[in-house]
């Protein structure tokens, strides 16, 4: 079973980015899949998580109103759509699948993380 997030880079804050990880290796079209990001020298912390095709989305406060998750089951991606981009999130972002709740520890499949750096 794979996760492989990609999509980050480097943009001014206002801007967006698209992230997507798309699974391999298993559906997890019946699972919560999830983004987390962590910053340097932080824990790492919950963005959003989406349950099944008719699981309402859960946001962090950090982000609600600006990114949106969403998933594609027919070819097992789950999307993070980022707008209204700030310097604070700046970070490595991973998604996850196979968990609940917000606690990365509930989570059971990881991607590699991509990195999202926001210039001011």
């Known amino acids: 079973v794979q996760l492989q997030a990609s999509g980050g880079g480097l943009v001014q804050a206002g801007g967006s980015l698209r992230l997507s990880c798309v699974a391999s290796g298993r559906t997890f079209s019946n699972e919560i899949m999830g983004w987390f990001r962590q910053a340097p020298g932080k824990e790492r912390e919950f963005v959003a998580r989406l349950g099944r095709s008719d699981g309402l989305p859960i946001y962090a406060d950090s982000v609600k109103g600006r990114f949106t998750i969403a998933r594609d089951n027919a070819k097992n991606t789950v999307y993070l759509q980022m707008n209204s981009l700030i310097p604070e999130d700046t970070a490595v972002y991973y998604c996850?699948?196979?968990?609940?709740?917000?606690?990365?520890?509930?989570?059971?499949?990881w991607g590699q993380g991509t990195l999202v750096t926001v210039s001011s």
């Open positions: 996850a699948a196979r968990g609940y709740g917000s606690s990365p520890t509930n989570y059971y499949y």
